[in-house]
């Protein structure tokens, strides 16, 4: 099986996974979706919650799970299989000379890929960051979506075949819209045959139980650290909103260096000095840097 673009997951719950009303919620409308026989999609900022949650839905479908990340470089037969008899493959060393190679796979291949395997077998394909991956790539869940028929590109013998989706087969996208750079826009006649749920940073219970989750940091602690990068995400003077990846953060590296979530411990300070001023600018914006490190005092005496 080609190892490049996804995995095969058996279907389990996921450690540590925090389940408050706020996502069982979420889950319950995207269940009752994917009841209804629709795919579902969640859109969303990065640190949303989107892949963890397509996870968790898949965990209680119960099926098999696919999981596959969009990527500019994905064909048709990568996700479908196909006879790729001459293939080209970048290869980045980054350690030697940072030079980009291109190394020729000349490995005659006729493999079964994921997205084959799941309408096959009815597993539950998750599609994670999906508009990452070109339209013409992606064109193939046009049938599989609609017809559920995927329609295999000609083949070993040079003869276009057709599959019969297996009736338990389903599938959850993800994707971020606030990403520019090499995303595609125009995937609009597939988000047609989806169901589309926003999603917003989680609400403050939700996010005070990751903390403490990930961390094993008391409530009291986890919950000052989650105020004051709330009060950052709220305050709108990020070029980048600060994510609930911020706070997991700040709340492992106060775990390690054995900080209190408090104003006057200075490890503290620093930390989240240090974390969420890079987390929320871009590289060498240090004028904005400065601005955030500015609030995250204020806001760090007023909410710890
Ligand atoms: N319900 C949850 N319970 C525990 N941790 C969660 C939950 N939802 C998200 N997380 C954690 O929050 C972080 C961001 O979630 P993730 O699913 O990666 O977001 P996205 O895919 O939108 O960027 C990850 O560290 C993830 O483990
Ligand atoms: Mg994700």
């Keep these: 099986m080609n190892e490049e673009f996804g995995t095969v997951l058996e279907p389990r719950a996921l450690p540590d996974f925090v389940e408050t009303k706020f996502i069982k919620t979420l889950t319950e409308r995207a269940m009752g979706y994917i009841t209804a026989g629709f795919p579902v999609h969640f859109r969303g900022a990065s640190g949303t919650g989107k892949t963890t949650l397509a996870l968790h839905v898949a965990s209680k479908?119960?099926?098999?799970?696919?999981?596959?990340?969009?990527?500019?470089?994905?064909?048709?037969?990568?996700?479908?299989?196909g006879e790729n008899g001459y293939r080209m493959r970048k290869v980045i060393d980054r350690f030697v000379s940072r030079v980009l190679k291109v190394e020729e796979d000349l490995v005659k291949r006729w493999v079964d890929n994921r997205l084959t395997i799941a309408c096959k077998y009815g597993f539950t394909l998750i599609y994670d960051e999906f508009?990452?991956?070109?339209?013409?790539?992606?064109?193939?869940?046009?049938?599989?979506?609609?017809?559920r028929i995927l329609d295999c590109p000609a083949g070993r013998d040079g003869e276009e075949t057709y599959l019969r989706?297996?009736?338990?087969?389903?599938?959850?996208f993800t994707s971020n819209p606030e990403e520019y750079a090499g995303v595609h826009r125009s995937q609009d006649a597939l988000r047609d045959r989806m169901i589309?749920?926003?999603l917003d940073h989680f609400d403050?219970?939700?996010?005070?139980?990751?903390?403490?989750?990930?961390?094993?940091?008391?409530?009291?602690?986890?919950?000052?650290?989650?105020?004051?990068?709330?009060?950052?995400?709220?305050?709108?003077k990020c070029e980048f909103a600060p994510t609930i990846r911020g706070s997991i953060m700040i709340a492992k590296s106060l775990k390690v260096l054995n900080g209190r979530a408090r104003a006057?411990?200075?490890?503290?300070?620093?930390?989240?000095?240090?974390?969420?001023?890079?987390?929320?600018?871009?590289?060498?914006?240090?004028?904005?840097?400065?601005k955030v490190r500015e609030l995250v005092k204020q806001l760090v005496s007023r909410h710890a």
């Excluded at 479908?61 to 990340?69: A, D, E, N, P």
């Excluded at 403050?204 to 995400?233: N, Y």
Aim: hydrophobic share 35%; with cysteine.
């Design 131 to 147: 508009t990452r991956s070109r339209p013409e790539a992606n064109n193939i869940l046009l049938s599989i979506l609609q017809e």
């Design 204 to 236: 403050e219970e939700t996010e005070v139980g990751i903390v403490r989750a990930k961390s094993g940091l008391p409530q009291k602690e986890a919950e000052r650290i989650v105020k004051v990068v709330r009060a950052l995400r709220e305050s709108g």
């Design 196 to 198: 589309t749920m926003d």
């Design 61 to 81: 479908i119960g099926r098999s799970v696919v999981l596959m990340h969009g990527d500019e470089e994905f064909t048709t037969s990568n996700l479908v299989g």
């Design 264 to 290: 006057s411990s200075a490890v503290f300070r620093q930390v989240c000095q240090d974390i969420l001023a890079s987390e929320t600018s871009r590289v060498g914006s240090k004028t904005n840097q400065a």
């Design 165 to 172: 989706v297996d009736p338990n087969f389903t599938a959850i």
